[in-house]
């Protein structure tokens, strides 16, 4: 278990352009939601964050992959720079694959997470995503319980942590409704159609004790991940 640091601190995103927005970081400990829909970009920010954590800020990380098998999403994320087997052998990172998740309980698969992190001593967490952790489970809790379980558990450690959502296009939700409830934070990628072509933007839907931008952000992906544009509006 991490001591979870100063209840203030603030802990470089890893995301460019992001952090101006948020008053200089993310809080260290808090519980993220990331949402959106499909390609908008949730694997590619919560790997960034990761990556970029334990190459430029010295914190480990843990990354639970459960939609992508790991050697895809190894692939992928390595055209960024990602070098993910690099850092799993420099014992930066560890890339929890999906089938060593689920077939138990919840609390199980949390535990399994947990005891993984705690052994590498990593202060980050990704979970993507949430609904597709939960499916795996075999125990099939009320949502609302999974979640307070999920946020109390990872919280009560210290962790900074990613859970992914996915939001199904033209959906009002962002999720099932509840986990943006319980969150620290929620964080938004959108899909847009601007002059036949498909563009993604950023909000900062919510983020608990911090005065945050309230507008949307240009995203941009590239060579190296992707980067939030401080001053647009589409
Ligand atoms: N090398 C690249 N250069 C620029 N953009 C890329 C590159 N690779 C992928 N992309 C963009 O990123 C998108 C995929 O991002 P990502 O996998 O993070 O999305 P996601 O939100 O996790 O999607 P899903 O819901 O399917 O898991 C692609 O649809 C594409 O638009
Ligand atoms: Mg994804």
Redesign the pocket.
Known sequence: MNDGGSINERIPSGIDGLDDLIEGGLLRGDTILLA??????????SSQFINNGAVLCNEKGVYATL??DRPSFMR?MK??GFDFEKLEAEGKVLVIDPSKIGGVGLDVNLQYIVSKADELGATRIVI??LPAFLSACEEKLEYRSAMHLIYELLKGHGYTTIM?V?VPVGSRSLGLGIEEFIADAVMQ?ESVVVDYELKTRFLVRKMRGTDHSKRYHTVI???TGLEIVPFTTQ
């Open positions: 959106g829909g499909t390609g908008c970009g949730k694997t590619i920010f939609e992508e992928n055209r960024f993507d995503s992914t996915s990628l992906f590239s060579d």
